[in-house]
């Protein structure tokens, strides 16, 4: 059975996610996911979080998909002993020295690579198993042909985003964001905090959405220049991700608020179990739901909207100047 797997932003986000269905969700602790602080948990948040999706037969994983110096390995360290304790059932990372060492710590937690580790060939897949991962998330643009080659090859849980963005470039590895403005901080732990990079802790400006032109010295060649950075649902494909046998189905979107989430989870959640009650031998007709999700993106489009102007408004402000 396809695991359905969902964001909590906070612990009201995780409620719904678990009231909606999801089969897993997943956190960020504070400063060291790649979303800014407001939807990143504390420790003792990260806690409920636990107990909250064990009590509604959730599973609950981390999201520590930050790239870290050395100097940061042992507070990692420290915080997943903590969450190893309480019962964490995985952890969703990206940076490789720190997937090694954490397998090494806790040699029995589920490890999956995040979408920030950018694999796209099997060769990449056969390394991180190497580092102690068992679930890598598959990347955005790859084709069905690709997947199933993958799933028949190698012996590793396949991950697909079902909601999430198509970026112009690498998702994860985009040095972009400071474009207006980087400013560096350390928490009171010690972890670096670089505004404007979620790489390292701080938060995507998403500066593609700016209006960019293009120049060739002083001659304009386009007058408006589209950097990719789309949202999108998947639909058509979820049948056959289905019978293809992918283990994880993700929704993205701690950043959306509660009802919205509440929303996409229910939707897929009944989804998947419309289509693994439906007959194998009679078509399913996805008419309904094409309706029905289509009436979901609107409201994600208007919080997504929102969200990338408050962004791009912050990122042109400049950051206070200590004398």
């Known amino acids: 059975m396809v695991e359905l797997l969902a964001p909590a932003g906070n612990l009201p986000m995780a409620e719904a996610a678990v009231a909606g269905g999801a089969n897993a969700i997943y956190v960020g602790p504070r400063g060291w996911s790649r979303r800014r602080d407001a939807y990143e948990l504390s420790d003792e948040e990260v806690r409920e979080a636990i107990e909250i999706a ?24 420290q915080k997943m002993e903590k969450y190893v304790a309480w019962g964490v059932d995985g952890a969703i990372m990206t940076d490789l020295g720190a997937i090694a060492v954490v397998h090494r710590r806790f ?8 979408i920030g580790a950018n694999i796209l060939n099997n060769e990449d897949v056969r390394f991180y198993r190497s580092l102690g991962v068992s679930q890598v998330v598959a990347d955005t643009k790859l084709t069905l042909k690709e997947l199933a080659s993958r799933k028949e090859q190698l012996d590793v849980g396949i991950e697909i985003l079902i909601h999430a963005n198509k970026c112009y470039t690498y998702l994860g590895k985009c040095w972009m964001s400071p474009y207006h403005n980087l400013e560096r901080t350390v928490d009171p732990f010690g972890k670096d905090l670089f505004k404007g990079s979620p790489n390292r802790g701080g938060l995507d400006y998403r500066v593609c959405l700016e209006a960019w032109e293009l120049y060739h010295g002083g001659d304009l060649l386009e007058k408006r220049v589209a950097l990719k950075n789309d949202a999108f649902f998947l639909l058509e494909d979820i049948p056959q991700l289905i019978d293809l046998g992918v283990h994880c189905l993700k929704i993205q979107g ?3 608020t509660v009802p919205l989430v509440g929303q996409m989870v229910r939707f897929y959640r009944d989804l998947i179990d419309a289509y693994e009650a439906h007959p194998k031998t009679e078509p399913f007709d996805l008419a309904s739901w094409r309706a029905r999700l289509a009436a979901i993106q609107v409201g994600r489009d208007e919080q997504r909207t929102r969200g990338t102007f408050a962004l791009l408004a912050e990122a042109r402000q400049k950051p206070d100047v200590q004398q």
Do not use: C, F, W
């Open 107 to 114: 040699p029995d937690l589920t490890i999956h690579a995040s």
């Open 54 to 77: 064990h009590q509604g037969g959730a599973k609950l994983r981390v999201a520590v998909n930050t790239n870290m110096q050395s100097q940061e390995i042992p507070g990692l360290l």
């Open 254 to 256: 701690r950043e959306y």
